[in-house]
Every structure is written in structure tokens, then in C-alpha cells.
């Protein structure tokens, strides 16, 4: 089947069905998807195709450690210009799971500030990755996202721009700043409350359930190979609001 016919039969308005939620899925997929295929465009000009490790930052844009050897990288540093697919997958046909495909231009970080921040958010999500993550050889790049293919399976197509999508943090610095401290306390001392909010709000089975993530829509959760966002019902934009938001659902998980 191809991205075509799934994209206007049977659709609804901008390609999808009456009931769906186009922007909730990528918003879902950009948060719990672990590693995607980056197109970058080879010299000779013909896209080339790389499986890499994924994070996001807050607002939701992509984070990649990518080493300097690598052919996607030397890529990027002639042209910046990219593709990223992100794909759920599961039982049964491939193309019955939602993907998108983000376009846009990748932006090294260089060292300061910003790439510790992403940095930060690229281990939380992928732990594994300190083994390597200061080699003098590696780098953290972020996708400045321009426009998001969303695929959400048959009959169900749309095209955002990134601005549609993407978190809103206007007002939120409050909470980007005690990020790193509220994931080690709800880690530390509210394990039993992660592992809740998973299995009673995100329908994941009982696992080590730990936060990765945190921003003013929801919260990123990971155990092992398994991810679970949960959203919160208004945005949140400061450690107040935080609080308060996180209690009432845990009461909502427990009931």
C-alpha cells in the first residue's frame, strides 16, 4: 500500500478520519519512538539512509548522537538538509502502525549550555549511550523541524506544519530549569507512582518504570525496551502546577 492511497481513501478532512487525532498521535510518536532511519543526501545526491537512537528535547524536536566517522554525519556537515522517520511497530502488517516523517535541517550543538541540555535529554532516554557519548568523535545534533508527515495507517494521512505540533514553551522556563531534579526525585522517591501511572494511564505492563522526560504537555517514562507517555490534561509551567498535576494523577491512576 502505498503513502498515496492510504493518505485519500476513505479520508476526512486533510486525510483523516472524523474522531482521529492527527497532531495527539505525532506528538505520541515523537516521544515514545527509541530510534528512527535519518535520510541525509549524499554527495552524489541520492538520499542515504541511517538507523540512529532518538530523543527529543522539551518542545518535541529531535535529538540525535551521531559519530563524526559515520557517512550521515560527514553528510550533514556539507548540507544540513534531512529526513527522520519514526515508526511504531507491532504485530501484524508494517504499514497498519502510525509513523511520520519529520523534514527539516540538522543543527550541530556545540559545546556549552546547549549540548549539555541535550546531552541531558538524549541519556535520560538512552542510558547506554554515556559508554560513548563524550568520545572526541561524537556529537549531539538537533532537528530544527520544519514540516511532520504523519501516516497514522490506512486512511489516515495529514501534513503539519511544526509550529502545529510542536510543545509550546512560552512561560515554561521554570520548569525546564528543575527538570533534571524532578525526574531524579520522581525516580528516586515516587518508583511505585511510575510504574501506577504506566500500567493505569498508558495501558504498559508492570515494569522498573523510570521518567526520562519531563515538559509543560506530559511525561516521558521508559523501562528497558518499553516507552509510555503521559499527558497531562493542561499544560504545566512550573514546579507548582507540577506538583499538583502529578498528585491528582496519581489519585486519578489509584482510582
Not at 181 to 196: K, R, S
Amino acid at each position: 500500500m502505498s503513502e498515496t492511497s492510504e493518505s485519500t481513501a476513505g479520508a476526512g478532512p486533510m486525510g483523516l478520519p472524523a474522531g482521529y487525532d492527527g497532531k495527539a498521535e505525532v506528538k505520541q510518536l515523537l516521544r515514545t519512538v527509541r530510534a528512527g532511519a535519518l535520510a541525509s543526501l549524499s554527495p552524489s545526491g541520492h538520499p542515504f539512509s541511517s538507523l540512529v537512537s532518538v530523543a527529543s528535547d522539551p518542545a518535541g524536536a529531535p535529538i540525535l548522537l551521531l559519530s563524526g566517522l559515520s557517512g550521515h554525519t560527514k553528510h550533514l556537515l556539507a548540507d544540513p538538509r534531512a529526513s527522520l522517520l519514526l515508526a511504531r511497530s507491532g504485530k501484524g502488517d508494517p504499514l497498519a502502525h502510525p509513523r511520520i516523517t519529520l523534514v527539516g535541517q540538522m543543527d550541530k550543538a556545540e559545546p556549552g549550555p546547549e549540548r549539555e541540555a541535550l546531552k541531558a535529554r538524549f541519556l535520560a532516554r538512552n542510558p547506554k549511550a554515556a559508554l560513548y557519548a563524550d568520545f572526541g568523535d561524537f556529537a549531539f545534533w538537533r532537528m530544527a523541524v520544519t514540516s511532520v508527515h504523519l501516516n497514522g495507517g490506512f486512511a489516515k494521512a495529514a501534513t503539519y506544519e511544526w509550529a502545529e505540533v510542536a510543545v509550546s514553551l512560552d512561560g515554561a522556563q521554570g520548569l525546564i530549569e528543575v527538570e533534571a531534579g524532578a525526574l531524579e526525585h520522581l525516580n528516586n522517591d515516587h518508583a511505585d507512582a511510575l510504574t501506577l501511572y504506566a500500567q493505569k494511564l498508558a495501558g504498559e505492563p508492570a515494569a522498573r518504570w523510570r521518567a526520562t522526560g519531563l515538559d509543560p504537555e506530559g511525561l516521558d517514562l521508559a523501562a528497558g525496551d518499553l516507552s509510555a507517555r503521559i499527558s497531562f490534561d493542561q499544560p504545566v509551567r512550573n514546579p507548582a502546577q507540577l506538583r499538583s498535576v502529578l498528585a491528582d494523577l496519581a489519585n486519578r491512576a489509584r482510582s
